[in-house]
């Protein structure tokens, strides 16, 4: 078997479980199933981790953009807008560069998508 690469110290991976202002409704399923603990020590869940961290934060970062685009048109709604759109790009260039990392070693994530929320990643190492 190949190894794959180390992940939490290289990464910069903090499970989103960990942190107080985490919101369980934006937190995705892992291949349909609840996602490993925090403290999983197994490769596979570890990078699974990693990939259900990048989709809570493109979640949260959905949501609030659903959130700003509820305000009536302003400057500050369109200012707010943009951040919120950065924000979520920036998520989306940390997603595919897990993708990059992982997919030689066979891992392949893929989002199920519902109601513009990544609700559950599907996790499949080859």
């Known amino acids: 078997m190949t190894p794959t690469p180390e992940t939490d110290e290289r990464s910069g991976f903090q499970d989103p479980r960990s942190r107080s202002d985490f919101l369980p409704q934006h937190y995705p399923r892992a ?4 996602a490993p603990p925090i403290d999983a020590a197994a490769q596979n869940d ?3 981790l990693e990939f259900l961290a ?7 970062e959905s949501s609030r953009l659903l959130e700003v685009r509820k305000r009536p048109d ?3 709604r369109s200012e707010a807008e943009r951040e919120r759109l950065q924000a979520i790009e920036k998520m989306l260039v940390l997603r595919d560069g897990l993708e990059d990392r992982y997919a030689p070693f066979g891992v392949i994530a893929e989002p199920s998508i519902s109601d513009c929320m990544q609700v559950k990643c599907n ?3 080859k």
Do not use: D, M, T
Not at 54 to 60: F, K, M, R
């Open 31 to 34: 291949n349909g199933k609840e």
């Open 54 to 60: 990048v989709y809570y934060e493109l979640n949260s």
């Open 46 to 48: 570890r990078i699974v």
């Open 74 to 76: 302003s400057q500050q």
């Open 123 to 125: 996790n499949n190492p």
